[in-house]
C-alpha cells in the first residue's frame, strides 16, 4: 500500500518545463516519475533532531541509477527532517509531502564551503568562498523541488546573527540554489527564515517558478526571496513573497567579474505575485547587473508595505545594461517610495573595477500603476556621464501621504509620461518624444511578440 501511495504520487507530482520554453506562456506539463522511494528507506528520522545530511545524501545517490529510466523521485513524508547542505541530480524531483520540513543544520560545518561563483569573484559578503547552499543542484537537466505545500526552514536566525555581528567566516547560504541547469521547476511550497536567499536559480535556463510561499521576518538582514541571476527563459508565477530585504531580484554578476562572464538575465515574465520587501525593493533591478537585464515583463503584481516598490540599482563600473523591461497592472499600497531608479547603489567586490564602465538603463515602460498612501512617488537618480533615458510613464495615480515635501525627484534622466498623478518631474514630460518609438515598442516573451 505504501509503495502504491509513492507511485502515485510520483505520477501525480512529476513535472517539468515543456520544451518550447520556461516563461508564463508555456506552461509546465506533467511528467510521470516511474520510480520514487522514500527517505525513509535511507534511515532518515522526521523528528526534528536527527541530522539526515547522510540518508539525503545517499538516497540521491541511489536515484542517479535512474536517470536514464526515466527519472525518478524522493518522496518526503511528515515529519521534521533536519539536514545539512545537499546535492540533488539531474531527471530528479524532490517532493514534501503536507507537514514535511526540511530543517536547515544551525552548525555551520553541516554545510560545505564552495568556490565563489565566477560572475561574482568572491563571497558577496566575505571574501574568498561561500557556503553552499542547503539544497543544490549543478549542470543539472530537469530537476524538480516540488511538494503537497511541504516546507523548507532555513532556520536563518543565527546566520542573521552573524551576518550582524560581522563573525561570518564565508558568506551565507541560500536555501535552494540551482547552477548552469535547464528545465528547472519550484512549486507548491512554503519556504522559510532564509539564511541570505531563497530560490537562486544561477547560469540557468528554462526556470519556473509557481505557487510558492516565501517569508522572513522583517528585521532579518538583507534576505532576499527570488533571486534570477545571469539566467534566461525564466517565469515566476502565483506566488507570495515577504522578506527583510528584497522579494524578488534580478541580477547578473558583479563589476568586472560580471562583465567577463557576461551572461545576462533575459527573457523573464513575472506575473500575479504578493510581495512586501520590509527595508529593500519588492521588485528589484541590480545592483549586481553587469552582465545586463532585459527583456523582462512584469504583470499583476500586488505590492504592500515595503520601502520601494520597484527599484532600478547601479553605480559606476557596473557597466551591463537594464533594458526592455515593461512594467504593467501594478497595484501598492503603504509603500514608502512607490518607483525608483538609482546609479549610486552598491558596492565593489575589490579595487580592480573599471570606474569607466558605465551602465546603460533605457527602454523602461511602467504602466497601469495605482497606489495609496504612498510616501515618494518616484526618485531617478542617474549617473550624469550615462543618463537613464527612455523612462516611459503611462496611466499611473498614486495616493500620497504628507511624509515627504517631494513626490518626485529627478537628476540625469529623460522619458516621456501620459496620464500620471501626480504630475511627474518635467525630465518625465518631454512632449518632444515619439511615443510611437520610445515607449510602445516590441517585447518578445516566450516565442510571443506584445505591443506594449
Known amino acids: 500500500?505504501?509503495?502504491?501511495?509513492?507511485?502515485?504520487?510520483?505520477?501525480?507530482?512529476?513535472?517539468?518545463?515543456?520544451?518550447?520554453?520556461?516563461?508564463?506562456?508555456?506552461?509546465?506539463?506533467?511528467?510521470?516519475?516511474?520510480h520514487s522511494v522514500s527517505i525513509l528507506e535511507f534511515g532518515a528520522v522526521g523528528d526534528g533532531r536527527t541530522l539526515n545530511t547522510i540518508a539525503f545524501q545517499n538516497a540521491i545517490f541511489y536515484l542517479k541509477s535512474f536517470a536514464d529510466k526515466g527519472g525518478a523521485q524522493l518522496y518526503v513524508p511528515p515529519g521534521k527532517w533536519l539536514t545539512g547542505s545537499?546535492?540533488?541530480?539531474?531527471?530528479?524531483?524532490?517532493?514534501?509531502?503536507?507537514?514535511?520540513?526540511?530543517?536547515?543544520?544551525?552548525?555551520?560545518?553541516?554545510?560545505?564551503?564552495?568556490?565563489?561563483?565566477?560572475?561574482?569573484?568572491?563571497?558577496?559578503?566575505?571574501?574568498?568562498?561561500?557556503?553552499?547552499?542547503?539544497?543544490?543542484?549543478?549542470?543539472?537537466?530537469?530537476?524538480?523541488?516540488?511538494?503537497?505545500?511541504?516546507?523548507?526552514?532555513?532556520?536563518?536566525?543565527?546566520?542573521?546573527?552573524?551576518?550582524?555581528?560581522?563573525?561570518?567566516n564565508h558568506s551565507r547560504p541560500h536555501l535552494v540554489e540551482i547552477v548552469a541547469s535547464d528545465n528547472v521547476v519550484v512549486s507548491n511550497l512554503t519556504f522559510l527564515n532564509a539564511p541570505a536567499y531563497s530560490i537562486h536559480p544561477v547560469y540557468c535556463s528554462h526556470v519556473h517558478i509557481q505557487n510558492v510561499s516565501i517569508s522572513a521576518p522583517p528585521e532579518s538582514p538583507y534576505t532576499v526571496g527570488i533571486v534570477p541571476d545571469s539566467s534566461e527563459y525564466v517565469c515566476i508565477e502565483d506566488c507570495i513573497v515577504g522578506m527583510g530585504f528584497d522579494a524578488i531580484s534580478l541580477k547578473s554578476g558583479w563589476d568586472e567579474y560580471g562583465i567577463a562572464y557576461g551572461r545576462p538575465t533575459e527573457n523573464v515574465h513575472i506575473r500575479r505575485v504578493h510581495l512586501h520587501a520590509f527595508s529593500g525593493s519588492a521588485?528589484?533591478?541590480?545592483?549586481?547587473?553587469?552582465?545586463?537585464?532585459?527583456?523582462?515583463?512584469?504583470?499583476?503584481?500586488?505590492?504592500?508595505?515595503?520601502?520601494?516598490?520597484?527599484?532600478?540599482?547601479?553605480?559606476?563600473?557596473?557597466?551591463?545594461?537594464?533594458?526592455?523591461?515593461?512594467?504593467?497592472?501594478?497595484?501598492?499600497e503603504n509603500v514608502h517610495t512607490a518607483i525608483a531608479a538609482t546609479g549610486n547603489c552598491g558596492s565593489h567586490p575589490d579595487d580592480n573595477f573599471d570606474p569607466n564602465a558605465l551602465p546603460l538603463l533605457h527602454h523602461i515602460t511602467l504602466r497601469d500603476v495605482t497606489g495609496t498612501n504612498i510616501s515618494i512617488a518616484g526618485n531617478f537618480a542617474g549617473i550624469e556621464e550615462s543618463p537613464f533615458t527612455n523612462i516611459c510613464l503611462s496611466n499611473i495615480t498614486l495616493s500620497t501621504n504628507s511624509v515627504s515635501p517631494m513626490t518626485w525627484e529627478c537628476s540625469n534622466v529623460s522619458g516621456f509620461s501620459d496620464s500620471v498623478l501626480p504630475e511627474p518631474c518635467p525630465e518625465l514630460g518631454n512632449p518632444s518624444y515619439d511615443s510611437s518609438s520610445s515607449c510602445f515598442y516590441l517585447v518578445s516573451i516566450s516565442g510571443k511578440t506584445a505591443v506594449q
Open 1 to 34: 500500500m505504501f509503495v502504491a501511495l509513492l507511485l502515485l504520487v510520483a505520477l501525480s507530482n512529476a513535472v517539468r518545463v515543456s520544451g518550447d520554453g520556461g516563461q508564463c506562456g508555456s506552461n509546465p506539463t506533467l511528467d510521470p516519475r516511474p
Open 86 to 168: 545537499f546535492n540533488l541530480t539531474s531527471h530528479l524531483t524532490l517532493f514534501l509531502e503536507k507537514g514535511a520540513v526540511i530543517i536547515g543544520s544551525q552548525d555551520p560545518s553541516h554545510w560545505d564551503v564552495v568556490e565563489p561563483l565566477p560572475s561574482y569573484g568572491r563571497g558577496l559578503e566575505v571574501p574568498g568562498g561561500r557556503y553552499q547552499s542547503l539544497i543544490n543542484g549543478y549542470m543539472l537537466h530537469d530537476v524538480v523541488v516540488t511538494g503537497n505545500n511541504g516546507t523548507i526552514d532555513g532556520m536563518g536566525m543565527v546566520w542573521w546573527e552573524w551576518y550582524s555581528s560581522h563573525s561570518l
Open 283 to 332: 521588485l528589484a533591478f541590480g545592483s549586481d547587473m553587469s552582465g545586463g537585464i532585459s527583456n523582462v515583463v512584469v504583470e499583476h503584481a500586488h505590492v504592500m508595505k515595503s520601502n520601494s516598490g520597484i527599484e532600478f540599482r547601479t553605480t559606476r563600473g557596473r557597466g551591463g545594461y537594464m533594458k526592455d523591461i515593461v512594467i504593467s497592472d501594478i497595484e501598492m
